[in-house]
């Protein structure tokens, strides 16, 4: 298997940024709204929505 994550120098997202996204999508907001802000596509967003890309990274708990 190719390298994962921040370990792929190809890569332009990092872990941080995967849980972050993950926890805008959770409260509604669309991947087109920020996939900007993280210098992505919405398609980019939109698949790690659906665990196309960064499956492997755990979810983060919820705080509370």
Known sequence: PG????????????ERAV?????RLAVGQSAESFGR???V??????????GYTWAW????EAAG
Do not use: K, Q
Request: proline share 6%; charged share 30%; aromatic share 2%.
């Open 57 to 60: 990274l755990p979810m983060r």
């Open 37 to 39: 802000l993280f210098r």
């Open 19 to 23: 849980h972050e996204i993950r926890a």
């Open 3 to 14: 390298l994962r994550g921040s370990d792929n120098p190809n890569v332009r997202l990092d």
């Open 41 to 50: 596509t919405g398609t980019t967003v939109a698949n790690i929505r659906d």
